[in-house]
Nanobody, 125 residues
Framework: VQLQASGGGLVQTGASLRLSCAAS????????VGWFRQAPGKEREFVAA????????YFADFVKDRFTISKDSAKNTVFLQMNNLKPEDTAVYYC???????????????????WGQGTQVTVSS
């Protein structure tokens, strides 16, 4: 599956952004779709994921109650709604997908085989 991430931008502290991850080539059915982020000089880290078939969601502790992840089956797209953004949320955000992610590895970038190109999110203080 090919992934296209979009929706990033430059916002102020406290603002919201919605990132989109659109699939092409095949549907997201049976996939786990995850969002990761990477700030300059730091490792790529898990943000959130959704199991497409069940709709079950998973979040990193640092984004709980601020970010939500959802899907639109008709559009074959996963969304990451980010509210109350903070300067430390500044990073390139990537979406990733796999049909073979096991629960214990859902937060690991190496569990995902397909990656989008990334979208920059910058939060100014």
């Amino acid at each position: 599956v090919q992934l296209q991430a979009s929706g990033g931008g430059l916002v102020q502290t406290g603002a919201s952004l919605r990132l989109s991850c659109a699939a092409s080539g095949r549907t997201f059915r049976s996939h786990t779709v995850g969002w990761f982020r990477q700030a300059p000089g730091k490792e790529r880290e898990f943000v959130a994921a959704i199991a497409w078939n069940s709709g079950r969601t998973y979040f990193a502790d640092f984004v709980k109650d601020r970010f939500t992840i959802s899907k639109d089956s008709a559009k074959n797209t996963v969304f990451l709604q980010m509210n109350n953004l903070k300067p430390e949320d500044t990073a390139v955000y990537y979406c990733a997908a796999s049909t073979t992610v096991i629960l214990s590895a859902i937060r690991s970038p190496t569990a995902y085989g397909s990656w989008g190109q990334g979208t920059q999110v910058t939060v100014s203080s």
